[in-house]
T-cell receptor
């Protein structure tokens, strides 16, 4: 059974620091992995999608990596800003779960001004 | 502007009532999804539709129903059979169903349902 875990559940970081958010999954048979951002009371915003054949994707200050064999992905945020404060979720499209998308519970990030 | 809209933003229901949540997209996406989000839990899939006039149950379909009569619309009805309906409901769409190379999910703003 595919399970997606994000540790820690919450993280506080001073403004300006670089930071890494972690996502792990138990079954390496995935099509892709997606990172989302969610602000309180809002829907999810897609940040990056990495196909299983890719190692990383970049968008602005964000860089996501994927190590499928070890079941890990990281989201690197450079030069953090207070506006980056949100909950970040990762999700995998699992080959062995009828192609359904499995979400982690998210990491709640707070950037301290 | 292309996107996904959900209405209403807030919905209050009395015990025993059925309510319908609206989801509309103008992205020309084939696949649409309904998720439920509860505090401290990840998103859970209620129903999904790979193409118009087709839909399948997700992991927690009991007490819910859907229809997909038009490509743009995927309404969700929360019936009185759903024992704990208070939650945040999210609709999403993708070019094609999960498993293809075009299943990047795009989400609507959500509907918060409260049972009084």
């Amino acid at each position: 059974k595919q399970e997606v875990t994000q540790i820690p559940a919450a993280l506080s970081v001073p403004e300006g620091e670089n930071l890494v958010l972690n996502c792990s999954f138990t079954d390496s048979a995935i099509y892709n992995l997606q990172w989302f951002r969610q602000d309180p009371g809002k829907g999810l915003t897609s940040l990056l999608l990495i196909q299983s054949s890719q190692r990383e994707q970049t968008s602005g200050r964000l860089n996501a990596s994927l190590d499928k064999s070890s079941g890990r992905s990281t989201l690197y945020i450079a030069a953090s800003q207070p506006g980056d404060s949100a909950t970040y979720l990762c999700a995998v499209t699992s080959m062995n779960r009828d192609d359904k998308i499995i979400f982690g519970k998210g990491t709640r990030l707070h950037i301290l001004p | 502007d292309g996107g996904i809209t959900q209405s209403p933003k807030y919905l209050f229901r009395k015990e025993g009532q059925n309510v319908t949540l609206s989801c509309e997209q103008n992205l020309n996406h084939d696949a649409m999804y309904w998720y439920r989000q509860d505090p401290g839990q990840g998103l859970r899939l209620i129903y999904y539709s790979q193409i118009v006039n087709d839909f399948q149950k997700g992991d927690i379909a009991e007490g819910y129903s859907v229809s997909r009569e038009k490509k743009e619309s995927f309404p969700l009805t929360v019936t009185s059979a759903q024992k704990n309906p208070t939650a945040f409901y999210l609709c999403a769409s993708s070019i094609e169903f999960a498993g293809g190379h075009n299943n990047e999910q795009f989400f609507g703003p959500g509907t918060r349902l409260t049972v009084l």
